[in-house]
């Protein structure tokens, strides 16, 4: 499976943008798209995953009730909508993909990557 991510750009705190991740292949291999962050001389950051077959989503507590993650079954596209920025979600934005069936928050765990795409919030 290949992915490719797209939507990031610049904003002001308070804004809204939305990242979509789109894949290429047989999406029955997939079980998990998840979305991971990296700061400038930060570690890479799990931000949310979405189950593809189930629906089933999971964030990280400082982008709840921010950040939604949801898929589109037949355009193969995983989204992930961000309202509400903050100088502090400023980061490369990865999406990618494990055939594992289970969300996992460690990068390690997911086999194909989306190049990244940034997102500047300013304040």
């Known amino acids: 499976v290949q992915l490719q991510a797209s939507g990031g750009g610049s904003v002001q705190a308070g804004g809204s943008l939305t990242l979509s991740c789109a894949f290429h292949?047989?999406?029955?291999?997939?079980?998990?798209v998840g979305w991971f962050r990296q700061a400038p001389e930060k570690e890479r950051e799990f931000v949310g995953a979405i189950m593809w077959t189930s629906g089933i989503t999971r964030v990280i507590d400082s982008v709840k009730g921010r950040f939604t993650i949801s898929r589109d079954n037949a355009e193969n596209t995983v989204t992930l909508q961000m309202n509400n920025l903050k100088p502090e979600d400023t980061a490369v934005y990865y999406c990618?993909?494990?055939?594992?069936?289970?969300?996992?928050?460690?990068?390690?765990?997911?086999?194909?990557w989306g190049q990244g795409t940034l997102v500047t919030v300013s304040s």
């Open positions: 990618a993909a494990r055939t594992s069936a289970m969300i996992s928050t460690n990068w390690k765990a997911y086999g194909s």
């Open positions: 292949g047989d999406p029955s291999s997939l079980y998990a």
